[in-house]
């Protein structure tokens, strides 16, 4: 599909003191770009992951639209008190922020790193309704992620 907006996505937490921002050839990036969107960091063309500072990652983040993945991060008031600096981040502000971990089971394992990988259309459709509100659709619909609050 053809997207008259393409929004800018932010990938990740940090890490100890480094951010680790994946591959351009990476399963993830490539389910974005075909979710209709761009990947912040296109810098990275290497076949891993890539650490960058708290501060690079900070100005990327400050460009981004959407913020997916982020870790164990399970409202915004945490992810505010890991950094207070996130809570500037346009993401955070619109409440555009993202994580995988809609189904966990009773351990609290999340059901993305078992079955997400056999599903890449379910992920693809929960990226598309994430990364394109203008499609109206519901965030009920979501699959994998749920939105941070």
Not at 43 to 64: D, F, R, V
Not at 93 to 121: L, Q
Request: aromatic fraction near 10%; glycine fraction near 4%.
């Amino acid at each position: 599909a053809q997207y008259t907006v393409r929004p800018k996505v932010m990938l990740n937490t940090p890490y100890n003191d480094s951010w680790f921002m994946p591959s351009v050839r990476s399963y993830a990036v490539q389910l974005i770009a075909d979710a209709g969107a761009e990947y912040i960091y296109s810098q990275n063309k290497s076949h891993q992951s890539t650490p960058i500072s708290l501060e690079q990652a900070l100005l990327l983040a400050s460009a981004a639209d959407v913020w997916i993945n982020v870790g164990n991060i399970a409202s915004l008031a945490q992810l505010k008190s890991e950094n207070p600096r996130f809570a500037t981040i346009p993401a955070v502000t619109s409440g555009r922020v993202y994580n995988n971990t809609k189904r966990t089971n009773n351990a609290g394992g999340s059901d993305f790193w078992e079955s997400a990988v056999v599903n890449p259309d379910v992920v693809l459709r929960d990226l598309v309704a994430i990364l394109h509100p203008e499609l109206n659709l519901v965030s009920e619909e979501l699959t994998y992620y749920k939105r941070i609050e």
